[in-house]
Every structure is written in structure tokens, then in C-alpha cells.
């Protein structure tokens, strides 16, 4: 099982630039999430997805859209990068009981 | 007051010692208790969780949880050099109509194992 896989895993974007990452998970779990994690702040959560056809905000939504394509897809958009939007974001999924699996990372820079 | 809490450390412990990483919560209504471990430019990768109070011991790793006190640690022993990571507490509650749950992060303890 290749787990969650996340692409690209590098990132250089100019401010007002679009880019969507993505992630993808062959688990079959029902529930994902995009989280970032900057120095001195840890992971904080930007949206998830409890289910197929379901997506909700996290504590840090702004700037971001999420697509969860079917059950094994779920995408992260920024429609105009801002330089506060560097980070690594990390995909990650779960079924109810055990813990979270997460994806290798995408780190972003925004110049 | 954060909702995950942790001291950042750098820990160091020698070789061989016991390493004890500490982590409070807020959020009385949390179930579940998960260390992930870190390293340098990786993700985060499952060390051990817990649902109960008590220990909970694999191999060289032992999580305590104390709800009443909202406490939860990860002890190591015999700490090896590769044990030098970012150690990250995670708490799970359930979002709104409780079909969802999310995990809440402390900033993570850094641990040095010296040799």
C-alpha cells in the first residue's frame, strides 16, 4: 500500500499565483485533511473532509478551497498565493479508531 | 490558554536513559491521545496512542494518560541517538455532529539523544 500520497512535493509560487496540491489515499478511509505547519506553531488544521461529498473548515480556512474529488481524493487550492501561505502542508487521513496516516508533504514557498 | 500543550524543549537525555515527554490539554470532552514522532523535513509518523488512563507500553516506549489531571506523557528507554526527533502529542475530538473528528497538535518537544 502506497498510503497517502501528496504531489508535488516542491513548491515555488509568485504572489497571486494559483496551484492546487494533491493528495490521495488508498487506505479506503472515510475522513481527510490538509493541515500546514510552520516554525514554533505545529500543525494546525486548514480543512478536512469527514466524507465522500463532505468538506468543512478547520481553524486557519482562509485563502484556501478544497475539492474531495471521491473517496480517495481530496485537493488543496490556493487561488492567489500570498507570501503568508509558505509552508509545508501535509495530506492526512483516517478511520475512525486508529490514528492518523499522513502523506510525505508539500513545501511550499511563496516569493 | 492552547488547546495542546508542550514544552519545546531541546530535551536532552544521554544514551541510554529514560527520555519524558509531557503534554496537557484543555478539552476535557477528548477521547483519544496519540504521540507521532518527527524528524527533520519528514512527516509525522505514529508512535503510540491511548484511550484509557494508565500506561500503555510498546517495546521501548510506555504512554501515560491521566484524564482527571488532562496529562498525557511518553516515556523512552534506553534512548538511542536515532530517538532524536520532534516528538508531537496529538489530542482527537469529534467536530459538530460528532461523524468527524480532528486531532489538535501541541508544537512539539524536540529530544536530543546524546551519545
Known amino acids: 500500500n502506497a498510503g497517502v500520497t501528496q504531489t508535488p512535493k516542491f513548491q515555488v509560487l509568485k504572489t497571486g499565483q494559483s496551484m492546487t496540491l494533491q493528495c490521495a489515499q488508498d487506505m479506503n478511509h472515510n475522513s481527510m485533511y490538509w493541515y500546514r505547519q510552520d516554525p514554533g506553531m505545529g500543525l494546525r488544521l486548514i480543512y478536512y473532509s469527514a466524507s465522500e461529498g463532505t468538506t468543512d473548515k478547520g481553524e486557519v480556512p482562509n485563502g484556501y478551497n478544497v475539492s474531495r474529488l471521491n473517496k480517495r481524493e481530496f485537493s488543496l487550492r490556493l487561488e492567489s498565493a500570498a507570501p503568508s501561505q509558505t509552508s509545508v502542508y501535509f495530506c492526512?487521513?483516517?478511520?475512525?479508531?486508529?490514528?492518523?496516516?499522513f502523506g510525505s508533504g508539500t513545501r511550499l514557498t511563496v516569493v | 490558554q492552547k488547546e495542546v500543550e508542550q514544552n519545546s524543549g531541546p530535551l536532552s537525555v544521554p544514551e541510554g536513559a529514560i527520555a519524558s515527554l509531557n503534554c496537557t490539554y484543555s478539552d476535557r470532552g477528548s477521547q483519544s491521545f496519540f504521540w507521532y514522532r518527527q524528524y527533520s523535513g519528514k512527516s509525522p509518523e505514529l508512535i503510540m496512542f491511548i484511550y484509557s488512563n494508565g500506561d500503555k507500553e510498546d517495546g521501548r516506549f510506555t504512554a501515560q494518560l491521566n484524564k482527571a489531571s488532562q496529562y498525557v506523557s511518553l516515556l523512552i528507554r534506553d534512548s538511542q541517538p536515532s530517538d532524536s526527533a520532534t516528538y508531537l502529542c496529538?489530542?482527537?475530538?469529534?467536530?459538530?455532529?460528532?461523524?468527524?473528528?480532528?486531532?489538535?497538535f501541541g508544537t512539539g518537544t524536540r529530544l536530543q539523544v546524546t551519545l
Open positions: 496529538a489530542v482527537n475530538s469529534y467536530l459538530n455532529t460528532g461523524t468527524a473528528s480532528k486531532l489538535t
Open positions: 492526512a487521513s483516517h478511520k475512525g479508531g486508529f490514528g492518523y496516516t
